[in-house]
């Protein structure tokens, strides 16, 4: 048997084993690719733009402990003059997300993240709604398209010589058999570049030795790093714990006015004030972290795990432009289109694919 006899048949063993699910995942992980855009509207992030400074986070916990006292008020996300300031808190077993109007601290919205139809997307893409047994089913799911659509790609191209221009684009005036045929081939041949890319971030999460092997590559094993922690007062100090929150917000919100601030509510005696400067349109690799010691204000300097963007290990970097990748945010606008059309397309593969299959056990 040829070679590419061999991947003709694991390209329709894959396809046949494997397309269902490949469709429902890519399906998924097309529409939410949108995930931002559609938070905004169902999550109510957009508010009137107004003349007076933002309310601070004394003013916020205020309101979540009159509207939702079960809640554990984690973080809160300032962003820009249009935009709610978006809370975080814990709940046991679940999480929320709550959307305040920066003016008026009036509570907009309230999200338990484990319910809602947005939410189940999300999961349908990442384990089918099957927890984690439906987790280590995406992963070899995603593991087995690899050569499913390499193999494709080599079947593709002609026995011999240069592919023809007629390969690279579609014959509407045709029978719906060949029609069908070249939604498959030609649409398949495009989708699949950008594909291949998203399959194999996905493989970063989905498998350990994956991301091991990345570190060790990279060296991060040897690399060490030190804990933010603040430092204990000997004697009493002012009690007020939002005192020095409501300062450091206004400061960092004041000094990196184009850009998103995230501030935590320290919950140990020892932690440090954690805030993230992240710049929306950069990505991941464009978040500044910073510490503060929750007694005195100070910055806390020294080595950790997360600081300033331009000193990320080669993991940190890499794991971070992971996740642009896989969603296309690394293109912005554009590379995020790419990755829906090209999901939307792999999810029509398994189908088209087994419409020729059939018509060509039919005629046997």
Do not use: C
Request: aromatic residues 12%.
């Amino acid at each position: 048997m040829s070679i590419r006899k061999v991947l003709a048949k694991i390209h329709l063993i894959i396809g046949l084993g494997t397309g269902f699910l490949f469709s429902i995942i890519a399906l998924s992980g097309a529409l939410y690719t949108w995930e931002p855009e559609v938070s905004r509207i169902i999550y109510q992030h957009e508010v009137e733009k107004q003349d007076k400074p933002f309310v601070d986070i004394s003013t916020l916990r205020n309101t979540m402990q009159q509207a939702f006292p079960e809640g554990d008020f984690r973080t809160a996300l300032y962003r820009d003059q249009e935009s709610s300031i978006e809370v975080l808190l814990y709940v046991p077993g679940t999480y929320f997300l709550a959307q305040i109007n920066p003016y008026t601290a009036e509570l907009i919205h309230l999200q338990d993240m484990k319910k809602g139809w947005l939410n189940h997307l999300k999961n349908l893409h990442r384990n089918l709604l099957l927890g984690d047994i439906g987790r280590e089913i995406v992963h070899w799911v995603t593991l087995l398209a690899l050569p499913m659509l390499i193999s494709g790609l080599v079947l593709w191209w002609p026995l011999r010589g240069w592919p023809k221009k007629e390969k690279f684009s579609i014959k509407w005036s045709v029978s719906p058999k060949k029609l069908n045929y070249d939604l498959h081939n030609v649409l398949g041949f495009y989708a699949t570049w950008i594909l291949i890319f998203s399959i194999i971030t996905g493989l970063f999460w989905g498998f350990k030795v994956v991301k091991d092997v990345t570190k060790e590559i990279s060296g991060e094993n040897e690399m060490s790093y030190e804990s933010p922690s603040s430092l204990i007062p000997t004697t009493d100090q002012d009690s007020d714990p939002n005192k020095i929150l409501n300062m450091l917000i206004e400061k960092y919100h004041t000094e990196f006015s184009n850009s998103q601030v995230r501030i935590n509510v320290p919950h140990g005696k020892k932690e440090a004030i954690h805030i993230s400067v992240i710049d929306p349109n950069k990505g991941l690799n464009a978040i500044n972290h910073f510490y503060h010691d929750q007694y005195s204000g100070a910055p806390i300097q020294g080595k950790f795990l997360y600081g300033l963007s331009s000193e990320n290990s080669t993991f940190n970097t890499i794991n971070a432009m992971v996740y642009g990748v896989h969603l296309g945010d690394i293109l912005g606008l554009p590379g995020r289109m790419l990755v829906f059309l090209a999901s939307l397309i792999g999810a029509s593969l398994p189908i088209t694919g087994f419409i020729f299959w059939l018509g060509k056990n039919k005629k046997k």
